[in-house]
């Protein structure tokens, strides 16, 4: 995981996430991790299976498996 703050109440944390195709993939991807409690963006990119997360506070990695699991995907861990 890459995390840093860019401002000091927030966390950025990267994720690597398998089976991602297309931008329908990036989107349910998206959405899920979206519904987080905390989370304030998200960015998936299929071509590179990424996916990062701007949250309030660190996120709990079972959550975030449990998410993109929701979403048809694998979490492969942290970039």
């Known amino acids: ?10 966390v950025t944390a990267v ?3 398998r089976g991602m195709s297309c931008g329908h993939c990036e989107g349910s991807v998206s959405a899920e991790l979206s519904e ?10 299929a071509s590179t299976g990424e996916v990062r997360v701007v949250s309030a506070a660190p996120l709990d990695e079972e959550a975030v498996r449990a998410a993109v699991d929701e979403a048809g995907f694998e979490l492969a861990g942290k970039a």
């Open 1 to 10: 995981m890459t995390a840093h703050t860019g401002t000091p109440d927030t």
């Open 15 to 17: 994720y690597q996430v």
């Open 36 to 45: 987080l409690p905390g989370v304030t963006s998200v960015k998936a990119l």
